[in-house]
């Protein structure tokens, strides 16, 4: 009965512990995926799960979250040429040119590691 009762308290807290307009003042994080070179061999094991960066987005300016200290951060137009570049030395906003527009690639390399995803400005 308790197994149950729990099952039940869970489902209906889920929708207020999941609710994305609370984090950081309704902004969503920009999704990035892991890119993977299929020429570089792969290590026999992850010696442990891979922390995605996160990234909230309000106009030009870019909230980094603590775990992207040490990560390069590279804007790229459509024919894959660098229009920003920054390294995140502290936690903290990154602030972007006002003179870029439009849709772009967004690529965070921490180590050997790089994530993608795609910024709208």
Known sequence: MKKILLFFLCILTMPIMLDASSMNGGDLPLPLLPKIDPTSPLP??????IL????????YTLTASSYTVGSTVELLDEDDNVV?????YI?????????LAGTYTIEVTR???TFIGEIEL
Not at 44 to 49: A, D, G, I, L, V
Not at 52 to 59: I, N, R, S, W
Not at 84 to 88: L, R
Not at 91 to 99: K, R, V
């Open 44 to 49: 026999p094991y992850q010696k442990s799960p």
């Open 91 to 99: 936690e903290g906003d990154i602030q972007l040119p006002i003179t």
């Open 84 to 88: 920003f570049s920054t390294y995140i």
């Open 111 to 113: 180590g050997s590691m």
């Open 52 to 59: 995605t960066p996160v990234f909230y987005q309000d106009g």
